[in-house]
């Protein structure tokens, strides 16, 4: 029998949604028309959790920020409102009848996490502009949360781990492709190589950060077992495309991380302790601390500029601080940054507010042929001095122990890995790797606060929560 009350139903909603389709249309608001997906990607995460979850790892390469054509609300689909659903769904479902369970909330990285989200409410209440350090707070847990606490149960299975970055390559690949082609139309020219991998891509730096990433990613599933002869040529073949990607991204930090990664690898392969390495790593950054006037001294003899398209001189070029703008420029977003942490050092001017205030730091001799006056260039160009001037010592404190318990937890578990699960140890390994490129490059630039950084790096530390858990109980399956 035929149940016209639903048809009738149905019927009226479709025929309302049209209407106010049309009525955004016609007041030219058509970015408003985008809700619907939205609404989908929400009832996606609520009742279809786990695939909506693993697909975020091919949607995050695809996803394209709507900021050009909402007059600057940004926003990033499909990927942040199936964040905000799953952070919903968690904090619903847990005070109703909770389901975490204690591994995760117990976890170190969870534990680091939870400092480093407290402190940023510390700083938000304290901030200069307490709006926009609540919604920048509020980004980072909707990224951070759904993606450790959702993560850590589901990467349980040992298939959605390999699945989840399988999709993740998969995705970098359609992309790489779709880059290097457009790139190609123009010769492969080192200004058009800054905007080609739009609209997935702001500019070529992010890119390039998550090219890197996503090549060692990679290159770890080939090594990690021996697949059919077709599923290694389609690997070879992805490798192949996300390398050239990475080549003609023109990115000098990001070659250099992979190469920084090399070295790390180097190290956990001769075994060399982790206190080792962290105590080796403050010496080196303090020597350059109290050495940095020599240092810069040398540095200025150089004069390659980063718009040269040869591989061996646009390296060069990464130490050019006399006539590169761009490495001029970064130098005086770093100098802002520490004036910045002079003025504020406990609590620093908020989370998210650099952008806002780091104009009147700005030192006459530091400008450059790119600076603003008004300072609305952008971040500090660094993962740990925007912390510092935004989030003050405490805050620059907290980033830096969550990154430690991260490649901790890493290096920890690949070298506890049973020797006989070849395919797992070997993907711990390189997803260490892949964590150092990301973090060497995070030196020079900041891209957590987007879903093109935020899924990759907490999907694998979601990843180590459920691997320690699987090595603990001896879990086989």
């Known amino acids: ?134 919604k920048f707070t509020l980004a980072r847990m909707w990224f951070m949360i759904p993606m450790l ?71 770890g599933l080939y090594l990690s077992k021996k697949f059919p002869p077709l599923t290694q040529a389609i690997l070879i073949c992805m490798i192949l495309v996300i390398g050239i990607g990475l080549y003609f991204s023109y990115t000098r930090a990001a070659w250099l991380s992979v190469v920084g990664a090399g070295a790390i690898a180097l190290a956990i392969r001769l075994k060399i302790p982790f206190s080792l390495l962290a105590g080796t790593t403050l010496i080196i950054g303090g020597l350059l601390f109290f050495t940095w006037d020599n240092i810069q001294m040398e540095m200025e003899r150089n004069k390659v500029e980063h718009t040269t398209e040869n591989f061996g001189e646009r390296l060069q070029s990464a130490t050019n601080v006399s006539t590169d703008a761009s490495n001029l420029e970064r130098l005086n977003r770093w100098s802002c940054a520490m004036e910045m942490f002079k003025e504020k050092p406990i609590v620093g001017f908020g989370p998210g507010t650099y952008a806002f205030e780091y104009a009147r730091f700005q030192r006459p001799q530091n400008l450059t042929i790119i600076s603003t006056n008004f300072g609305d260039g952008g971040n500090a160009h660094s993962e740990f001095l925007g912390p510092l001037s935004e989030t003050g010592f405490p805050g620059l404190l907290s980033v830096l122990f969550l990154v430690a318990v991260l490649f901790y937890k890493g290096i920890r578990l690949h070298l506890d890995w049973p020797e006989e699960d070849k395919e797992m140890k070997t993907l711990l390994l390189f997803m260490v790797l892949a964590l150092s490129t990301y973090f060497i490059h995070g030196f020079l630039n900041n891209y957590l606060d987007t879903d093109k950084a935020a899924i990759p790096i907490w999907g694998v530390g979601a990843m180590f929560i459920a691997m320690e858990h699987r090595l603990k109980k001896g879990l086989k399956t």
């Open 149 to 219: 606490f959702m993560g850590g149960i589901v990467f349980l299975k040992k298939r959605n781990i390999q699945n989840f970055l399988w999709l993740f390559v998969i995705g970098m690949s359609v992309v790489c492709i779709y880059t290097v082609l457009l790139h190609m139309t123009y010769n492969f020219g080192e200004k058009e190589s800054h905007w080609v991998m739009w609209p997935f891509f702001k500019d070529h730096t992010i890119y390039g950060a998550i090219v890197a990433f996503a090549f060692v990613i990679a290159i």
């Open 1 to 134: 029998m035929i149940n016209w009350k639903q048809h009738i139903a149905v019927g009226s909603f479709s025929l309302l949604y049209i209407a106010i389709m049309a009525v955004f249309i016609v007041q030219r608001q058509e970015f408003l028309s985008l809700a619907s997906i939205g609404l989908l990607a929400i009832f996606a995460a609520i009742f279809y959790t786990e695939y909506a979850f693993l697909s975020l790892a091919i949607l995050v390469p695809l996803s394209i920020n709507i900021e050009e054509w909402t007059d600057g609300f940004g926003l990033f689909l499909p990927t942040e409102p199936l964040l905000f659903g799953m952070l919903l769904f968690l904090i619903f479902l847990q005070s109703s009848r909770p389901f975490i369970p204690n591994y995760v909330w117990k976890h170190p990285l969870i534990l680091a996490t939870g400092l480093y989200l407290a402190w940023l409410i510390i700083s938000s209440i304290c901030s200069t502009d307490i709006v926009a350090s609540l």
